[in-house]
């Protein structure tokens, strides 16, 4: 099948592209281990013995940058719809994050709650700005959702967050739950991406998964 020209161009792009060259020579899955070494090195937000959850995982390069990071005394479980070739130290769950049985397994994989979650989900492009917008803020408030139902007290959730339409609808829902939000942009980030990363930081919510499994004399 014939290449359009913009794929073409974006193939040549891609290929030229300073982080996607350090990628291949260093041996990590994609540029984007680059996006979350830099918050690393900024924020100390991935620390031993952690429990993490690295949700839209695949191709796996945060979680090659996570599983040193926790070591054999944390837990790191890494989640995408598509499938995704292990990574040392961590679980590998190849499945929808909507699905019922990939949360049980998530559930399974995580009984005690999450210390931290990461999400760098971005919805297939349709060309359509307002679509597109509103598919990639459906996945941020999803990690939201999934943050509310898992984190642990003072647990952290980081984000991608494409800004336009409900980002700041998105910023405020955080804000009820979280003591702070740190908002990066990586320098692997392309500029003309309107992609940012929000790190919220303390979680003080209950978590709604430990509150439906609680005895009932704890509640």
Not at 93 to 109: L, N, P, T
Not at 148 to 156: A, E, V
Request: hydrophobic share 45%.
């Amino acid at each position: 099948m014939a290449r359009s020209k913009s794929s073409e161009k974006w193939l040549k792009e891609h290929f030229r592209d300073v982080f996607v060259q350090r990628a291949m020579k260093e041996g990590y899955r994609s540029r984007a281990a680059y996006k979350l070494l830099e918050i690393q090195e900024k924020d100390r937000l991935i620390r031993p013995g952690m429990r993490v959850l690295d949700v839209g995982a695949a191709p796996g390069g945060w979680t090659q940058v996570a599983a040193p990071l926790i070591g054999r005394n944390g837990r790191l479980v890494a989640v995408d719809r598509l499938a995704m070739d292990p990574v040392a130290d961590a679980t590998v769950i190849c499945g929808d994050v909507y699905e019922d049985a990939v949360i049980a397994a998530c559930r399974e994989a995580l009984p005690e709650g999450v210390d931290l979650i990461m999400s760098d989900m971005a919805p297939n492009m349709s060309g359509i700005a307002s679509v597109d917008q509103a598919r990639a803020i459906d996945l941020a408030e999803l990690a939201l959702d999934m943050a509310q139902r898992w984190l642990r007290p003072g647990g952290s959730l980081l984000i991608k967050v494409f800004m336009g339409a409900g980002a700041e609808e998105l910023r405020r829902a955080l804000r009820k739950d979280f003591k702070k939000i740190v908002v990066r942009k990586p320098e692997a980030s392309r500029a003309r991406s309107t992609e940012q990363y929000w790190l919220a930081l303390d979680f003080q919510g209950v978590a709604q998964e430990r509150l439906d499994n609680a005895p009932a004399s704890s509640l």
